[in-house]
């Protein structure tokens, strides 16, 4: 029956499947049907850059225009994976450049990228479009200007949070006078001074700019000149809010802002003096997404202000809101999907704000479609969590970071097993959880029995025994990322759960009990993973079997061994013991 | 009695291990015994593992590596905040008749209208309203400063940032003195 149909008819119905798992499941009908779905699929997703090498992806899918791929682990993020890991992008801007010459898309996400990358980016690809480097690292700002000078019809410049060693603002003046294609520029992480005129000219000359990013050297005056150029813009990310107090400013920054009719997103807002907030309450109605997570205001002030935004979808605040703040939020944010609140002090010893569950409480109960929430809290109850689980059954997402490890319910003293039970529990739909506070194995329990749709779990100082990490290994059916750390977890688990991990992208586990000879026997028994050990003591051969390690990293893969790891790493499998650092 | 048999065994052991199996040995038993209280190796002050009786002071807080978990770049970011609060701009006010002086720190107020305020409260006065052309219109009371060069200014003048990093002390100023130094002739 499929032979019946013209390629071509195939090729344009396929041409409707956007997400890979439909794609994936087209390719697997029949050999015609994979033949043709290969040719068509111009869109790929890497989520675990070593899972796959490049050659075989090119071999399968000849035709791609847009490329995404995710390198180190996430609790890389936190410092706990050692420099040097790995996750280079270069092999595969080499092998693309050539492939691949009408490339238009690469999105990458925790990758070393140099600026030799960026050079042979902006070189190979006639009409590239989109560049997205989140959380990324090895570029200078010379590699910038690289992308600013030649990418001809360049629509995306986004450096999310990346980390790129700032020689100069010179590279912005690269983008030649003729290139007004730019829809979209962050450059919110970078510190050094941009020239202002060259920023004015390509903002004006660029009519479908919607979204500007500033970096924190942009100083507040000049702000007015950009958006009175930019009255198109969607989201606004200001540079420092701060300035001395003056009527000329205030009344520039107000019309400017008033001007700015389609803003939804607003962002930046470094060092925000309250006496220039008011100048933002015109776009404060219109607003979807506010991130205050820079701005040092204090609570009255942050009030105020999200009183005046009812269609707030997402807020990123700092814990300078306070439960006070958060009572405001939810009785003016019926809308609010994604709340996450940042620590101001993370490290101090004794709360500097008064911000408890009681805050979280509240907005559970005051925003109906609240499904996704990060909040960094200093104490927490079973009671509260019960609370919030039975108020939002709808929570997708749920991070909760007690700042002292270990830390019991503040009222019973009590394990939060309860409390975070009843999260499981009620939301059904839950597809990450990140875990805090004293627990025992019957949290795990508690999750393996009921979070059937977890995809992401974080864990760090709970548990008691393997009986824990077995729960979740064998209870979680949709576990994809599993990442560990300082808990008491080790061989029994792993090694009886060993074919649950061909399943996953990927388990992180540091500081835990899981033993040199277990690692071993597990890389020589499933020849799909890669068990990567990670210890910088030196060569896990030199200490007994039944030493733990000190990290260890497991995922599958189709590309077998690394062969870039640096000589703290050691990958297990039949050659382990041939292996020499 | 079991002390001193331990004391020599441990010389005295015959071990197959290679050097450094120790630590091991250490590592697996606290991960072990720790389950409650587990703080792993990466605590990198150990003391902090003791629980400390009511006299003693509390040990300080041992940072443990990657916790909590806040991004280096949102870590950096509150980190500059903090210092530049912390260090404070006091200055000495004085008022013509006052029989003592006060302090007030600069930094606590975003502009002059804060700071002349806060003056005019601690002191119980009146200033008068401000212009570039006349200085303080409408009162017999004038603030002023002393800058870096020793130069007697008048308040308000340059842009506030400027003002807090030159400003070394205050001086309230009242009558014909006054007069002089605010107005124009």
């Known amino acids: 029956m499929a032979y019946s149909f013209p390629e071509e008819v195939l090729e344009h119905v396929f041409s409707f499947l956007c997400s890979d798992k439909d794609r994936n499941a087209v390719s697997l009908v029949c050999k015609s049907w994979y033949e043709i779905e290969r040719w068509c699929r111009r869109r790929i997703f890497i989520g675990n850059c070593y899972s796959v090498t490049p050659d075989i992806v090119i071999r399968r899918f000849p035709k791609v225009r847009s490329m995404e791929m995710k390198g180190k682990p996430h609790f890389a993020d936190f410092n706990l994976v050692p420099e040097g890991w790995g996750a280079y992008v270069y092999p595969w801007i080499s092998a693309m450049s050539v492939a691949y010459p009408l490339l238009e898309e690469i999105k990458l996400k925790r990758m070393v990228v140099t600026d030799e990358c960026l050079e042979l980016i902006s070189k190979s690809f006639k009409s590239f479009k989109v560049l997205v480097l989140s959380s990324c690292e090895g570029f200078t700002t010379d590699g910038l200007a690289s992308i600013a000078a030649n990418c001809r019809n360049l629509r995306e410049l986004d450096l999310k949070e990346s980390e790129v060693e700032d020689l100069s603002g010179h590279w912005l003046s690269h983008f030649p006078e003729h290139c007004t294609s730019l829809v979209s520029l962050n450059m919110s992480c970078l510190g050094s001074e941009v020239s202002f005129s060259a920023l004015e000219r390509l903002v004006g000359r660029c009519p479908n700019l919607k979204t500007l990013r500033l970096n924190r050297a942009v100083p507040l005056e000049k702000l007015p000149n950009l958006l009175s150029r930019a009255p198109q813009l969607v989201e606004l990310g200001t540079g420092t809010y701060s300035s001395e107090v003056r009527v000329d400013i205030f009344s520039n920054l107000s019309e400017a802002f008033s001007v700015c009719k389609q803003l939804k997103g607003l962002s930046g807002l470094w060092d925000a003096v309250p006496a220039y907030l008011p100048a933002m309450y015109s776009v404060c109605p219109g607003l979807t997404s506010l991130n205050l997570s820079y701005a040092t205001i204090q609570s009255p002030d942050l009030s105020k202000l999200v009183s005046q935004c009812p269609n707030l979808q997402r807020l990123w605040v700092l814990d300078y809101i306070e439960d006070s703040g958060l009572e405001a939020l939810a009785t003016s944010c019926k809308d609010l999907q994604e709340l996450r609140v940042f620590p101001s002090d993370p490290f101090g010893a004794e709360p500097n704000v008064s911000l408890t569950e009681q805050g979280l409480v509240t907005v559970s109960e005051g925003c109906p479609k609240l499904q996704s929430v990060l909040y960094f809290c200093r104490q927490m109850s079973n009671a509260a969590l019960v609370t919030i689980a039975k108020n939002r059954p709808n929570m997708i997402r749920f991070r909760l970071c007690i700042i002292e490890p270990q830390a019991p319910d503040y009222v019973t003293l009590e394990p939060l097993d309860t409390g975070f039970g009843a999260i499981v529990k009620s939301c059904k739909e839950l597809r990450r959880l990140s875990l805090s506070g004293l627990l025992t194995d019957r949290v795990f329990e508690y999750i393996g029995t009921h979070a059937k749709k977890l995809e992401m779990l974080s864990i760090a100082f709970a548990g008691d025994s393997d009986l824990g990490l077995h729960h979740v290994l064998s209870g979680c059916e949709s576990l994809r990322k599993l990442e560990i750390r300082d808990c008491p977890f080790g061989d029994k688990a792993l090694l009886a759960n060993a074919a649950k991990l061909e399943t996953m992208r990927s388990l992180w586990m540091s500081s835990c009990s899981v033993s040199y000879g277990a690692c071993k026997l597990l890389g020589q028994k499933m020849p799909r993973l890669n068990v990567e050990v990670i210890d910088e003591r030196g060569p896990p051969e030199l200490r007994p079997e039944i030493c733990p390690v000190e990290k260890l990293y497991i995922y599958r893969t189709v590309a077998g061994r690394r062969i870039d790891m640096p000589d703290f790493i050691w990958t297990m499998d039949e050659d382990a013991a041939l292996q020499h650092s | ?185």
Request: charged fraction near 30%; glycine fraction near 8%.
């Open chain 2, 1 to 185: 009695m079991a002390q001193e048999s331990e004391l020599n065994f441990k010389a005295t052991e015959l071990r197959l291990g290679l050097p450094g199996t120790d630590e091991c040995e250490d590592m697996i038993s606290s991960v072990k015994n720790n389950n409650k209280r587990s703080l792993s190796e990466t605590v990198e002050d150990n003391a902090s593992k003791d629980i400390t009786s009511p006299e003693t002071p509390p040990a300080p807080k041992a940072q443990i590596i990657g916790w909590p978990p806040v991004r280096s770049y949102r870590k950096n970011n509150l980190q500059t905040k903090k210092t530049e609060s912390e260090t404070g701009i006091f200055v000495k006010v004085s008022m013509d008749g006052a029989p003592y002086l006060r302090k007030i720190d600069l930094k606590i107020y975003n502009g002059y209208a804060e700071l002349l305020k806060a003056l005019e409260t601690m002191f119980k006065f009146t200033i008068g309203e401000y212009s570039e052309r006349e200085g303080y219109k409408g009162s017999e009371y004038a603030p002023a400063y002393e800058d870096k060069d020793g130069d007697l200014m008048l308040v308000g003048d340059v842009p506030w940032n400027m003002f807090m990093t030159s400003c070394k002390k205050l001086r309230i100023m009242k009558g014909s003195e006054a007069r002089g130094l605010g107005c124009g002739v």
